[in-house]
């Protein structure tokens, strides 16, 4: 049996904690400089507070599109939000068991990446202010290149490219 083939009988275990996948997602959001916690608006600390009371492992930093951004763990299941100045959540991603993808996503994977060996490292679930939502699963092959599929709620599967600007 093939490595997509038995990730797919099985739940997917240690996804990878460099959550390398958002760093590609939010690629415009790359450059950020850590900001202190009392450098975060009032506003946004009172929407964290209010719906994360129970994370832990909080790190608030500011990035070059002016957002707050908010990386933390809850539940054992990293995640990360994006505020603007006014305090509302502009993008959301956590990470998700390759299991939780569309079912149709995880048939057209197992058959287009079956061979030469593709190891799945990672995948996450991105949501934008309009609650539209995105999964983007990261794909190692046997010689250590990675591919990253963009994956619609429906199922569709593309190979994800960065915008440039």
């Not at 590609?24 to 946004?44: C, D, G, N, Y």
């Not at 994360?52 to 492992?57: L, S, T």
């Not at 909080?58 to 995640?79: C, H």
Request: net charge neutral.
């Amino acid at each position: 049996m093939n490595t997509i083939q038995s990730l797919i009988k099985t739940t997917v275990t240690g996804v990878s904690k460099k959550f390398t996948v958002i760093a590609v997602v939010l690629i415009a959001f790359a450059s950020s400089a850590f900001a202190s916690p009392t450098e975060v608006s009032t506003k946004v600390l009172s929407h964290f507070n209010a719906n994360y009371a129970k994370a832990k492992n909080i790190t608030w930093s500011e990035t070059a599109n002016n957002l707050t951004k908010v990386t933390f763990v809850e539940n054992d299941i990293r995640m990360e939000l994006f505020y603007n100045k006014d305090g509302d959540v502009v993008s959301s991603s956590k990470e998700v068991d390759f299991s939780e993808l569309p079912k149709r996503a995880i048939k057209t994977i197992a058959k287009d990446y079956a061979s030469p060996g593709y190891v799945v490292k990672e995948c996450v679930q991105l949501t934008n202010v309009d609650d539209d939502t995105n999964y983007y699963i990261s794909l190692e092959d046997s010689k250590g290149e990675r591919t990253i599929l963009q994956i619609s709620p429906f199922g569709d599967v593309s190979k994800f490219v960065p915008a440039v600007k």
